[in-house]
């Protein structure tokens, strides 16, 4: 097909939900494709998935750059030498610049286990469990400036259960994660998803939240 959309997705690590994203690509009528992964570590478990799916992948490690300007500079570069229509962040474990959350405005997605705005940053699910949450969950969003703070598009839940560590909860997440994203990236590339003005819209109607 040619009107898919090609999409560049950056991991640092294990790369589930990269797998997810190849696994949805492989169905013939799904609208997008992988056309690169980009990892800023050589051991990231998700450059062997991209490899066995046949998809160009590369490392371009940040302790090559002396800052993070200059490291996102030689990043955009090598993101744009694919020319994607997105950018799929999957666990890509590094703050972004201001000048690269501009480049690719309107067109960086982002996953992030905790039903956001709950939750930003790290160890989400040791910090759900520890505050004694019932539910928890997966966001999807637009990335802006602000950091895990962009416009939702897309969450799930998962109930807390007694006896839920930390590892069993991400488990259940995690199952979630890999669902949600395929499914914000279909709407993206089908163009029926769109960041407009700074809002999230599906279908030109504005994207409802009624989970958090
Ligand atoms: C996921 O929990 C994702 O939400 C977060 O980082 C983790 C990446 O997992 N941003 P994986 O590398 O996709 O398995």
Do not use: C
């Not at 300007?69 to 090598?78: F, G, H, I, T, V």
């Not at 799929?88 to 959350?101: C, P, Y």
């Not at 199952?175 to 407009?196: C, M, N, S, T």
């Amino acid at each position: 097909m040619n009107n898919t959309l090609s999409v560049v997705v950056l991991i640092s690590g294990k790369g589930s939900n990269l797998q997810a994203l190849i696994d949805a690509a492989k169905v013939e009528s799904y609208p997008a494709r992988i056309s690169a992964v980009i990892s800023n570590r050589d051991d990231a478990d998700g450059l062997r998935r991209a490899q066995d799916a046949g998809i160009a992948w590369k490392v371009l490690s940040h302790r090559d750059y002396a800052d993070r300007e200059s490291y996102d500079r030689a990043l955009m570069e090598l993101i744009d030498s694919f020319n994607p229509g997105l950018v799929a962040l999957a666990g890509f474990m590094r703050i972004l610049s201001e000048d690269f959350v501009q480049h690719y405005y309107g067109r960086l997605l982002n996953i992030h286990p905790s039903l956001l705005p709950k939750y930003k940053g790290l160890n989400t699910h040791q910090r759900v469990l520890d505050r004694g949450e019932r539910q928890h969950g997966a966001s999807v969003h637009f990335v802006t400036l602000e950091l895990d703070g962009g416009p939702l598009v897309l969450q799930s839940q998962v109930l807390v259960l007694s006896g839920d560590t930390a590892e069993t909860l991400a488990a259940r997440v995690l199952e979630q994660e890999h669902i949600i994203y395929p499914q914000a990236v279909k709407w993206f590339a089908e163009g029926r998803l769109k960041l407009v003005n700074g809002v999230a819209m599906l279908d030109s109607k504005q994207m409802n939240h009624g989970t958090h």
